[in-house]
């Protein structure tokens, strides 16, 4: 599984720090923040992580969190691909490492800058959560939303769209079809099935994707898939009985 590309993870979130475990005098406002939530492979479908770095004047803190993994475990921090730290998770399955480095003193510098890099939860040489970490507290602020048309085969009636979005590290991923023959129709994405679009006897089915899957079937979206993959830049087709209905390169920006 690949890093999602650090040339597009532009993240939004300039929520303040309000968890405790977080230094006061760097909690002041977005604009010293960088926060990006952790893409999960599918290796440990209930994991999560979130990735947080808070710089000012005083000192920088960085922390990775992790939740729902396998219980006491010890995962490798990997960044850029060299394992640089260790998180061990406690019988519920959450873990986390820290790093202080204070203005003045001792520790003047982090044993590591994960700003611009990928910042891989591995277990055994797997990857279980990866992140491409933004480069700047801008970077993370900004949000990302693309929407795309998807090209019908030769004879193929109705239209089908596909919208990604990213808010914070999180992504989501939705494809629709409108118009269209009933029936059971696969979504592959670079070459690869990731899921089915059931269309009904009105001719409308979707699918919706999301690195943090809502499974409340009383939500408007219904209930999500786990999103393991970065659909930009990639070959997108929709197929009814192995044959292309619906297809396009996802672009890589909005």
């Known amino acids: 599984m690949t890093n ?13 720090a309000t968890a405790a475990s977080l230094p006061v005098s760097a909690s002041q406002g977005g604009h010293n923040l960088i926060k990006s939530s952790m893409l999960n492979t599918g290796v440990e479908p209930t994991g999560r992580g979130m990735a947080e770095l808070i710089s000012n004047k005083a000192q920088t803190f960085f922390q990775i969190k992790v939740r729902n993994l396998t219980p006491g475990t010890s995962y490798d921090v ?39 890099a990928s910042v891989d939860v ?27 048309p998807l090209a019908p085969g030769a004879g193929v009636g109705g239209e089908a769209s596909a919208r990604f979005r990213e808010l914070a590290g999180r992504m989501k991923f939705d494809v629709e079809i409108e118009g ?14 990731v899921g089915q679009i059931v269309v009904d006897a ?8 999301d690195t943090i899957p809502d499974s409340d079937p009383n939500d408007a979206d219904g209930i999500d898939v786990l999103l393991t993959f970065d659909p930009r830049g990639q070959a997108i087709s929709i197929q009814l009985a192995a044959v292309d209905t619906f297809t396009g390169t996802f672009p890589l920006v909005p």
């Open 78 to 116: 990997m960044v850029d691909g060299t394992v640089m730290d260790t998180i061990t998770t406690d019988a519920s399955g959450e873990g986390r490492v820290i790093h202080r480095a204070r203005a003045h003193g001792a520790a003047t510098a982090l044993p590591y800058d994960p700003r611009g």
């Open 180 to 193: 269209a023959v009933p029936g059971t129709y696969d979504l592959l994405v670079g070459g690869v099935v």
């Open 122 to 148: 591995a277990l055994l040489g797997t990857i279980i959560l990866s992140d491409d970490f933004p480069s700047t507290p801008q970077q993370s602020q900004s949000r990302v939303e693309i929407r795309f």
């Open 202 to 209: 009105s001719g409308r089915g979707e699918i919706n994707f």
């Open 4 to 16: 999602r590309s650090k040339l597009f993870t532009l993240a939004i979130a300039a929520i303040a």
